[in-house]
């Protein structure tokens, strides 16, 4: 069993920079695949970007590309989502997720576990 916890939510201005975390409980964390999907209101849950257990291999939705980083911590159970250059577009819920599966992992099905949500809204 896996929990998440997301954190590092915020409202900020367009062009502003936000990191969030995702802490993770569970002694397997280094072996999960993890993704960030997000969700606004009234659309479906979109994936965000992923990262592989060994972090060779990061994956992305091209909307984010060049401003979104992806990256963890197995020491400290952690994912992180590093968001750079927001856009209004970018407003919604953030979950981070945590898969058994390995590869890149765009479908929220094919994911087992999921944090609460951290809601980021971006002004224009």
């Known amino acids: 069993q896996v929990q998440l916890v997301e954190s590092g939510g915020g409202l900020v201005q367009a062009g502003d920079s936000l990191r969030l975390s995702c802490a993770a409980s569970?002694?397997?964390?280094?072996?999960?695949?993890m993704g960030w999907f997000r969700q606004a209101p009234g659309k479906e849950r979109q994936f965000v970007a992923s990262?592989?257990?060994?972090?060779?291999?990061?994956s992305y939705t091209d909307s984010v590309k060049g401003r979104f980083t992806i990256s963890r911590d197995n020491a400290k159970n952690t994912v992180y989502l590093q968001m750079n250059s927001l856009k209004p577009e970018d407003t919604a819920v953030y979950y981070c997720?945590?898969?058994?599966?390995?590869?890149?992992?765009?479908?929220?099905?094919?994911?087992?576990?999921w944090g609460q949500g951290t809601q980021v809204t971006v002004s224009s």
């Open positions: 990262i592989n257990w060994g972090i060779a291999y990061t």
């Open positions: 569970g002694r397997t964390f280094s072996t999960y695949t």
């Open positions: 997720a945590a898969a058994v599966a390995v590869g890149v992992l765009r479908d929220y099905n094919t994911y087992d576990y």
